[in-house]
């Protein structure tokens, strides 16, 4: 049995962590209540105290399990000054690698599909792909002040082509595409940013495809 949380909001955030990877398991509309219960060691009653219906606990879980990977991504950003190199690590954090990520990436399709067939998932989708999509506009941003992305190139542009590359990309590879591989996503994600974004004197030998 999982280790009691001792205040309310401890509870509702194991709920939700519990719910978000039963979610990234076996899919959006499979999770029922007594199986958070159940992974939780607690009642179903506990879990509609904090979220009166199914459908409240599986949509909270969904939002919290995206606000956890921005905090992630924001932390490790931190520390990284130059543009360029937040670019490559934020590339290289959205590479669907088995564990915590991949389960996440799970989540990111779960919640596009829900966003399609009900309207009401659409705002929150939306505000999370706006935040997703202004990360890299900033980054591009600071790469032009620092003189390492190219000054005639159109960050908005730059970073919806960008994002949407990454999700199609990790589609492929989540699906099992053939020929598709975490590797060959990030050759393609890389290879963009040394052709589209990089001026020529910041472009690094590691990023540029190697000679035939």
């Known amino acids: 049995m ?34 958070i219960a159940r992974v939780c060691g607690t009642s179903t009653g506990t879990v509609h105290y904090y979220f009166p219906g199914k ?18 991504q924001s ?11 937040r670019l490559l690590k934020l590339i290289d954090m959205q590479l669907p690698r088995m564990g915590r ?10 919640y596009w599909a829900e966003a399609v067939i009900r309207p009401e ?10 935040r997703w999509q202004e990360t890299v506009v900033r980054t591009v941003r600071r790469g032009q002040s ?6 005639d190139v159109d960050p908005e542009n730059a970073a919806r082509q960008l994002t949407a590359l ?10 099992g595409a053939p020929g598709m591989t975490i590797t060959v996503m990030r050759e393609l994600l890389v ?21 035939a």
């Open 2 to 35: 999982a280790a009691q949380p001792r205040t309310d909001e401890d509870r509702r955030e194991s709920i939700l962590e519990a719910t978000w990877q039963l979610i990234a398991e076996r899919g959006f509309h499979a999770v029922r209540v007594s199986d």
């Open 121 to 130: 998932f659409r705002p929150a989708h939306n505000e999370y792909y706006a």
């Open 55 to 72: 459908n409240d606990v599986l949509t909270e879980a969904l939002k919290y399990c995206v606000d956890q990977a921005f905090i992630r």
């Open 75 to 85: 932390i490790e950003l931190r520390g990284i000054t130059s543009a360029h190199e």
């Open 191 to 211: 290879d963009f940013v040394a052709r589209e974004l990089a001026a020529p004197a910041a472009r690094r030998p590691a990023d540029c495809p190697e000679p």
């Open 101 to 110: 990520v991949r389960d996440e990436w799970s989540i990111w399709l779960q």
């Open 166 to 175: 990454t999700d199609g990309a990790a589609i492929q590879v989540l699906t």
């Open 146 to 151: 620092q003189g390492v992305f190219r000054t």
